[in-house]
């Protein structure tokens, strides 16, 4: 059987080695057995899983609650149970194309958003206490979207930041998504997609077909170690 170091596995797979060092602690790859002199030996076995992390984790397309999905696939293919990480992973793919038909839902309130043309909020000037309280937030929610990079609000020549009809439609936008679970990630590319897209139809719906991608790619990678293990 062939083996490798920390050093040379991380090299065919383009890792740091801390990171390989870390998905042994986190339990994304088997227990690494060390020589007389401490250092890790690893295997092809090994190989496969690392492969098969760098494959689950690739999409941030995805909601929280299917973060641990990932993992606990992950995890099942670590500890050996091939067959349950594949029944888990066509869970997901399942869940992932349920999530697609959500997002028409989730389409709709954003476009009656975007199209939205209240005379109210036509001319408004607010400070971000207004803008929580408009919108139904506190002013911490909004502090924290900002640092999260989900909204850059203008500033008047005072330096106070001044919330206008467009950033009040942004954070009504930014919401709505927090509120359908969506990883800062993920919210910042459909915003970024909401600014360089003519069609606000293409606002989420170009980003589920690549998580469903993956997840199909998963599935069969883990096919195929069944299919090599029965061989074995």
Known sequence: MKIYSTSEIAKIVGMHPNTIMLYEKWGYI???????NGYRVYTETHLEQIKLVRMALKSDWIKYYMRFEVRNIIRSVAQGDLRKALELSKE????????????????????EILKSD????????LNRNGAAKLIGVS??????????GLI???RNKN????????EIKLLRIIKVLRQEN??????????KNLKTKSKEN?????????????AKELISYIEDLISKEQNT
Not at 139 to 148: A, L
């Open 30 to 36: 088997a227990p690494v057995e060390r020589k007389e």
């Open 92 to 111: 997901y793919l399942a869940h992932i194309q349920d999530e697609k038909n959500n997002e028409f839902k989730v389409m709709k309130v954003i476009q």
């Open 118 to 125: 209240s005379q109210e909020e036509k001319n408004i000037k």
């Open 139 to 148: 002013i911490n929610v909004i502090i924290n979207w900002e640092r999260n």
């Open 152 to 154: 850059e609000v203008p």
């Open 159 to 166: 330096g106070y930041r001044v919330y206008g009809e467009n």
């Open 182 to 191: 969506y990883r800062t990630e993920c919210i910042c590319s459909m915003l």
């Open 202 to 214: 293409d606002l989420i719906l170009s980003l589920m077909p690549e998580a469903e991608s993956n």
